[in-house]
């Protein structure tokens, strides 16, 4: 449900931004819809523009690695740790973060949970979060990341729930 509800949320500042646009762009789609409704042929226009937001284009990327082994202290294609990974899909957005989740969980914008988005980085940390920080991935949204998991495993998306849910200590925002 928590996931629907964020969907909702979402497609509902999409179309407040739509209804207030000044340029002109889908003036035929508010206006066939009406104050607060998107006409089903502008849906998939307002889906493309939700999509191309920064973090959108940060989950696409790192999307492209699932399925790449785990290897530590990877920073490649050939094989990433989770730390790897980030440091990896973030440079291609001219972010230049160090290889080491301590460090950067010190970087960048703190979010907190209930504000997080596509795009954000989550870090977990031993003693329920508030110990040693030993993982960090890659926010989807609808409670799930992209991570390197550990060794024997493969870059994947994960729910944040059970052990993750647990562990959860901060995100942080680069772009």
Not at 154 to 175: D, F, P, Q, T, W
């Amino acid at each position: 449900m928590e996931g629907i509800f964020r969907v909702m949320e979402r497609i509902r500042e999409i179309e407040a931004r739509i209804a207030g646009l000044s340029c002109g762009l889908f003036p035929q789609a508010v206006e066939a819809a009406g104050p607060g409704r998107v006409g089903t042929a502008s849906f998939s226009i307002l889906l493309e523009e939700a999509l191309s937001s920064r973090g959108e284009e940060v989950v696409r990327e790192a999307s492209r690695y699932l399925g790449v082994p785990y290897v530590w202290g990877g920073e490649s294609p050939s094989g990433f740790d989770c730390s790897g990974l980030v440091r990896f899909v973030f440079r291609k957005f001219g972010v230049d973060l160090p290889h080491y989740t301590e460090s950067q969980a010190r970087l960048g914008t703190p979010v907190a949970r209930q504000d997080l988005r596509p795009g954000d980085v989550i870090f977990f940390g031993e003693d329920g979060g508030r110990g040693f920080l030993y993982h960090v991935g890659i926010y989807v949204g609808n409670n799930r990341f992209i991570h390197a998991p550990h060794r024997g495993d493969v870059v994947k998306v994960s729910e944040l729930s059970g052990k993750y849910a647990r562990n959860y200590a901060c995100a942080r925002r680069y772009l």
